[in-house]
């Protein structure tokens, strides 16, 4: 079983940047797709950005499109997720996880099996 951590969270200005990380221990993420979903306040998680195997796919959800960059480094066993321009809105709780690899798909939670316990992003106006 494969435990993942994310870190990098913080308060920061709107027009800022932060950098996520989400390492992996237990297994090798390399053999793995890998995800970011968020969730704020009373709303449900939704998807961010991801990754394939090889760091060669990398879809992102509209609102964030041009302003993260999702990245892998399979050596480190670490997945990054760089944040620019944030918003108010970007605001939430972060999670990294892990695709399951019997699933194809990148953009649903039910594609993924395995989930770090979350970092918080908080975004001032």
């Known amino acids: 079983q494969v435990q993942l951590v994310e870190s990098g969270g913080g308060l920061v200005q709107a027009g800022g940047s932060l950098r996520l990380s989400c390492a992996a221990s237990?297994?090798?993420?390399?053999?793995?797709?890998m995800g970011w979903f968020r969730q704020a306040p009373g709303k449900e998680r939704e998807f961010v950005a991801a990754?394939?195997?090889?760091?060669?796919?990398?879809p992102y959800a509209a609102s964030v499109k041009g302003r993260f960059t999702v990245s892998r480094d399979n050596a480190k066993n670490t997945v990054y997720l760089q944040m620019n321009g944030l918003k108010p809105e970007d605001t939430a709780v972060y999670y990294c996880?892990?695709?399951?690899?019997?699933?194809?798909?990148?953009?649903?939670?039910?594609?993924?099996?395995?989930w770090g316990q979350g970092t918080q992003v908080t975004v001032s106006s």
């Open positions: 237990g297994r090798t993420l390399s053999s793995y797709a």
């Open positions: 996880a892990r695709r399951s690899a019997t699933m194809t798909g990148y953009t649903s939670e039910k594609f993924y099996d395995n």
């Open positions: 990754i394939s195997m090889t760091g060669g796919f990398t």
